[in-house]
């Protein structure tokens, strides 16, 4: 959270999930078992026309997503 806010990217985030531990019925932990995600964070980016994607690396994500969209 903190390095998407420093950045200015925390604005283009829609939506924040929280996987509580030991809470397998919290948002967060249903959406990683529905993708097969066992890192966190984790992020999908949803584009029209598309297949949802999966980012377990922020820095991947900020290089493919969100600075895409900046420009």
Do not use: C, W
Not at 20 to 37: C, M, N, T
Not at 63 to 70: D, G, I, T, W, Y
């Amino acid at each position: 959270m903190e390095r998407l806010e420093s950045s200015g990217h925390f604005g283009k985030i829609d939506q924040v999930l929280i996987a509580k531990e030991g809470d397998a019925s919290s948002e967060g932990a249903r959406l990683a078992e529905f993708y097969k995600v066992n890192k966190a964070p984790f992020f999908v980016v949803e584009e029209e026309g598309q297949e949802p994607k999966i980012y377990t690396v922020y820095f991947k994500l900020v290089k493919e997503v969100l600075n895409r969209q900046a420009a």
